[in-house]
C-alpha cells in the first residue's frame, strides 16, 4: 500500500447521520406488526410459582402472554459447578430483580404496556446478597498474571507505596434502546437487531430456543450504539424470536430504559489495591496489584484486569483478580471493559508514587519503557507510548505546571489542577472474509462482517476503497452487519478497523489485478465501471480473506462456524498494544467546589489512522465517557429489594455538552508493521484508557486531596 496518507473525507454516513435518515433496526416496518413488552420479576430471588395471564388476556388488544411453559426446559445444571449461565429464555428460577417472567404481545405497544402491567406472579422468595460486600457473596480468584519476579523485586525495594482504590457499577446507556424485531416466515426466522455481533445473535437464538442456527438470519443495519452492551444475543432477543414464531407474526419490542439497566449487561463494581515499590535511586522495580469485581452467580465476564497495565512500564508484576458472586444481572463488556477502572486505579498509583518519590509524573512515566511484552519477552510489534507521552506535553504546555498541588490559582480563586496519565489496549485481530463486486452500471458492493455501531466502521472501509479503485463513490454500497452478506464476527475489543481494513485493502489489490488480467493490456479509459462496459461485462467480482498472524485456513472455517476466531495481543513473534497519553486541566471552583474540565489533550498510537475523522471522533467519545465515569456516572443499588435505584437518564447522571471542554486529539501516526498490512492497529477503547485516571491526578494538583473512589462528586472536595 503506498504510504501517502489517506484522503480527510467527510463520514461515509454524515449526510444520513444529520438528516436523521439512516435506518436502525427497530425502524423496519413490517406489515401485520405485533408488539411486545416485558413483566419483570418484582423479586431480587427465588422462584416463580404461578404467573397470572387472564387479566391481561382479557384486555383489547392482548393477543398472547408468553411465560417459561412455552419455551424448552434449561439445562439441569451440574451441582456444585454454578454454571453454565441460565438461557437467555422465561425460567422459573428468578436470579435478579427485573429478569423477566413473561412477554405480552399485543397488536398495538400501549395494549403491550396495558398487558404487561396487569400481568401478576406469586413467588417464592430466597435470601439474595446484593451488594459486593454483602453477606453471601462468593469471591472466585482467577489465575495469575505475572511478569518476572515481583515478590522478590517488592523484597528488595527501598521505596514503596500501597493504596485502595473503587469504582462504581455503571451502565452503557447507547442512544438507540436495545430492540428486536423477529420474523417467522415460511420455516426462516429473520431477526432485526441493533447489534456488535450478527451471528452471535443467532447462535444465542438457535442455542434458547433449540432451532438450528441455519434457518436464522440476523441483520443489523445500524446501531446506535453498542460499547460491549450488543455484543450478544440479547435479554429480549429469543424471548421475542418466540413470540413471532408462536403467534405466527412479525412482533417488535424496544425494551424500556429501566429494564434495560435490570437486564443488559453491565460495568460490574470494582477493588483495587495496588502495592508499588523502587530501588534506592527511584526506579519502580515491583508492582503488586489485587483487583476484584462484582459478578453475578453464573456469570463469565471475566476480571482481566491485568492486561494493560502489566504492559505500561517494563516492571516485575504479579497481578490476582477475583469474582464476587453476588445476585445482580451478569455484567459485561463496556468499552474499555477492566481497563477503565483498572488504569484509573493503576495510573492513580503510579501518579501517587512519582509524587512521594518526587519525580515529575511525566519524567516518571518516560523513566520507565520496556520494548518486550513483560509478561513474555517477545518483542511488540510497535510502541510508541513516549512519543504520545511527549507531544502530550508539548501540545498542553506540561512545563508551565507548578509542581506543589494547589499551587495554581485563579484569580477568583478558582484551583487549577494539571494532571496527566497514560493508557493502553490490546491489540486484537479476527479473520475476515469479504467480497468486492463492480458494476458496469456504476455500481460497487463489498459485503464484510462488521457492525457500524457509530464508531465509523463504513467511513473506514470506504476511504481504503476510495483511495484504491476508481470507483464511484456515490453508488458504493458496504453491507455489514448481516448473517446474509458474509460470516459476521463480533465487532468489538477494538478489532474492527485491524480486521477489516486488511480485508479491504486484499480486495483493492484483487480486483485492480482481476481488472488487468479481463483487459489483457487493452487500452481502455475511465474508471473501473467505464472499463467493465466497454469490454461488456456487466461486473466483475472477487473474494477475498484476511487471517491474523499466525493463523492458518482453519481460523476462516472457525469463523464461518462460531463467528468468534480472536488473536491477540500476544501473536506468535510479537505482541502489540495500542497506547495514548491524557493530559487534563481541572478547575475547581472556589465555594461550591463544582470540578470542570475545560482542557484535555490526547494523543493515540493507534498505528496507520484510515480515516481521520471518525479517528479523532472516537478518542473525543473515549474522553467524554472517562469524564463522565470520572465525575458523573454510578448505578446504585437498593440493598433492601436488589436491582438498581436510578435506572433512568434522570437520575443516572452523565456527562452533557456543558461538562466537556476542548478536547485537542493527535495521533502518532507511524504504520505497526508486523499486525497487518496496512498496518492499523485498534482506536476505539484505548481512546478512553487512563483518561479518567488523568482528572483524578489533575484533581489532586488542584486541591491536594486524593481521592481514590470514582466517581468524584462535589461532596468529596466540600
Ligand atoms: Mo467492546 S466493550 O469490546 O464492545
Excluded at 458494476?439 to 464484510?448: E, L, M, P, Y
Excluded at 500476544?570 to 470540578?595: G, L, Q
Aim: net charge neutral; hydrophobic share 40%; with cysteine.
Amino acid at each position: 500500500m503506498s504510504t501517502t496518507a489517506f484522503a480527510n473525507r467527510p463520514r461515509f454516513d454524515a449526510v444520513e447521520k444529520v438528516r436523521g435518515s439512516l435506518r436502525y433496526a427497530a425502524d423496519v416496518p413490517l406489515p401485520g406488526m405485533h408488539y411486545a413488552m416485558m413483566v419483570p420479576s418484582r423479586i431480587a430471588k427465588g422462584r416463580v410459582i404461578s404467573v397470572a395471564t387472564e387479566e391481561a388476556l382479557a384486555l383489547p388488544g392482548v393477543i398472547r402472554v408468553l411465560t417459561a411453559a412455552d419455551f424448552p426446559p434449561p439445562p439441569v445444571p451440574v451441582p456444585g459447578s454454578g454454571g453454565p449461565p441460565p438461557p437467555p429464555t422465561i425460567i422459573d428460577e428468578i436470579a435478579y430483580r427485573g429478569q423477566p417472567v413473561a412477554l405480552v404481545v399485543a397488536q398495538s405497544l400501549e395494549a403491550a404496556i396495558e398487558g404487561a402491567e396487569a400481568v401478576t406472579c406469586t413467588y417464592a422468595e430466597a435470601p439474595f446478597s446484593p451488594l459486593i460486600d454483602s453477606e453471601g457473596g462468593e469471591r472466585q480468584p482467577t489465575p495469575e498474571v505475572k511478569a518476572g519476579d515481583a515478590a522478590a523485586s517488592m523484597d528488595r525495594a527501598v521505596h514503596r507505596f500501597k493504596a485502595e482504590y473503587q469504582t462504581p457499577a455503571q451502565h452503557h446507556n447507547p442512544i438507540e434502546m436495545l430492540s428486536t424485531t423477529a420474523v417467522w416466515e415460511n420455516g426462516r426466522l429473520t431477526i432485526y437487531e441493533g447489534s456488535q455481533h450478527t451471528a452471535g445473535v443467532k447462535n444465542g437464538v438457535a442455542g434458547a430456543l433449540r432451532l438450528d442456527p441455519r434457518l436464522i438470519d440476523v441483520k443489523s443495519p445500524s446501531t446506535g450504539g453498542g460499547f460491549g452492551q450488543k455484543g450478544a444475543a440479547q435479554r429480549q432477543s429469543a424471548l421475542v424470536a418466540q413470540a413471532a414464531i408462536l403467534t405466527g407474526r412479525p412482533v417488535k419490542l424496544v425494551v424500556p430504559r429501566g429494564q434495560i439497566f435490570h437486564n443488559a449487561t453491565f460495568r460490574p463494581r470494582s477493588r483495587h489495591s495496588i502495592e508499588l515499590g523502587a530501588d534506592a535511586g527511584g526506579r519502580m522495580i515491583a508492582v503488586r496489584y489485587d483487583a476484584d469485581q462484582q459478578q453475578s452467580r453464573r456469570g463469565q465476564f471475566p476480571p482481566h484486569y491485568h492486561d494493560s497495565p502489566v504492559q505500561l512500564y517494563g516492571v516485575d508484576y504479579l497481578g490476582t483478580a477475583a469474582n464476587v458472586r453476588i445476585d445482580t444481572q451478569s455484567p459485561g463488556y463496556m468499552r474499555a471493559p477492566c481497563e477503565q477502572p483498572g488504569l484509573f486505579a493503576f495510573e492513580s498509583a503510579i501518579d501517587e508514587f512519582a509524587e512521594q518519590l518526587g519525580v515529575d509524573p511525566v519524567a516518571f512515566r518516560l523513566a520507565h519503557d520496556t520494548a518486550v511484552d513483560p509478561t513474555n519477552g517477545r518483542p511488540l510489534s510497535s510502541r510508541h507510548l513516549h512519543e504520545c507521552i511527549r507531544e502530550g506535553a508539548r501540545r498542553f504546555g506540561w512545563e508551565r505546571r507548578s509542581r506543589a498541588p494547589g499551587s495554581m490559582i485563579a484569580e477568583d480563586g478558582t484551583q487549577i489542577g494539571w494532571g496527566m496519565a497514560s493508557g493502553a489496549y490490546q491489540g486484537l485481530t479476527t479473520p475476515t472474509i469479504a467480497t468486492l463486486r463492480i458494476g458496469a452500471d456504476g455500481s460497487t458492493r463489498f459485503a464484510v462482517a462488521g457492525h457500524e455501531m457509530g464508531q465509523g466502521i463504513r467511513s473506514v472501509i470506504a476511504a481504503v476503497l476510495m483511495d484504491g479503485l476508481a470507483i464511484d463513490p456515490a453508488k458504493l454500497d458496504i453491507q455489514i452487519g448481516d448473517t446474509t452478506v458474509a460470516p459476521q464476527h463480533i465487532t468489538a475489543g477494538s478489532w474492527g478497523t485491524a480486521s477489516v481494513v486488511p480485508a479491504a485493502h486484499a480486495a483493492v489489490q484483487r480486483m485492480n489485478a482481476a481488472m488487468e488480467e479481463l483487459l489483457a493490456g487493452r487500452e481502455v479509459g475511465g474508471n473501473l465501471h467505464r472499463k467493465l462496459a466497454t469490454v461488456r461485462r456487466p461486473s466483475l467480482q472477487v473474494e477475498v480473506s484476511n487471517v491474523a498472524p499466525g493463523q492458518g485456513p482453519e481460523a476462516l472455517d472457525r469463523l464461518r462456524q462460531t463467528g468468534m476466531q480472536i488473536a491477540g495481543p500476544d501473536y506468535p513473534d510479537f505482541t502489540t498494544f495500542s497506547y495514548i497519553a491524557h493530559f487534563v486541566e481541572v478547575r475547581v471552583e472556589p465555594r461550591t467546589r463544582r470540578i470542570r474540565v475545560p482542557r484535555v489533550v490526547s494523543i493515540a498510537d493507534c498505528g496507520r489512522v484510515v480515516a481521520p475523522r471518525p479517528a479523532e471522533s472516537q478518542v473525543r467519545g473515549g474522553v467524554v465517557w472517562a469524564i463522565s465515569a470520572a465525575l458523573r456516572e454510578e448505578t446504585e443499588v437498593d440493598p433492601r429489594f436488589g436491582g438498581w435505584l436510578n435506572s433512568d437518564l434522570a437520575d443516572y447522571v452523565l456527562a452533557v455538552n456543558a461538562d466537556i471542554g476542548e478536547i485537542d486529539v493527535g495521533f502518532i501516526d507511524k504504520p505497526d508493521p508486523l499486525t497487518n498490512a496496512v498496518g492499523t492497529k485498534g482506536l476505539g477503547e484505548v481512546a478512553m484508557v487512563g483518561a479518567s485516571a488523568a482528572i483524578a491526578n489533575a484533581i489532586y494538583h488542584a486541591t491536594g486531596k486524593r481521592l481514590r473512589e470514582l466517581p468524584i462528586r462535589i461532596e468529596d472536595l466540600l
